[in-house]
């Protein structure tokens, strides 16, 4: 499976964005579809987790009501809507999925095998 991951950009403190991550080739066997982010200079952090077919979710601490991963079972497409924006969220965002089963309760880089190419978010102040 590949997977394309878009809707980065430049905004301003408070706003909102709205992330893809588009699974092509063969997304069979899927368990969840992750989003991480990292910062500069630092290891990639857990943001957002759910399952293949979008019944449940998981979220970091940091971004709770605030970021919302959403999947409809019938498409390969996992969104990440982000709102009410921080520069502290300012990052490279990537997703990913798993094949394993529980990874979704399991928020490491090291449950998640295919990874997207990452999309910029940048928060100014």
């Known amino acids: 499976v590949q997977l394309q991951a878009s809707g980065g950009g430049l905004v301003q403190t408070g706003d909102s964005l709205r992330l893809s991550c588009d699974a092509s080739?063969?997304?069979?066997?899927?368990?969840?579809v992750g989003w991480f982010r990292q910062h500069p200079g630092k290891e990639r952090d857990f943001v957002a987790a759910?399952?293949?077919?979008?019944?449940?979710?998981t979220y970091a601490d940091s971004v709770k009501g605030r970021f919302t991963i959403s999947k409809d079972k019938d498409k390969t497409t996992a969104d990440l809507q982000l709102n009410g924006l921080k520069p502290e969220d300012t990052a490279v965002y990537y997703c990913?999925?798993?094949?394993?089963?529980?990874?979704?309760?399991?928020?490491?880089?090291?449950?998640?095998?295919?990874w997207g190419q990452g999309t910029l978010v940048t928060v100014s102040s």
């Open positions: 080739g063969r997304p069979v066997g899927i368990v969840a």
């Open positions: 990913a999925t798993s094949y394993r089963s529980g990874s979704l309760y399991y928020p490491s880089p090291s449950e998640y095998s295919h």
């Open positions: 759910i399952t293949w077919d979008g019944g449940r979710k």
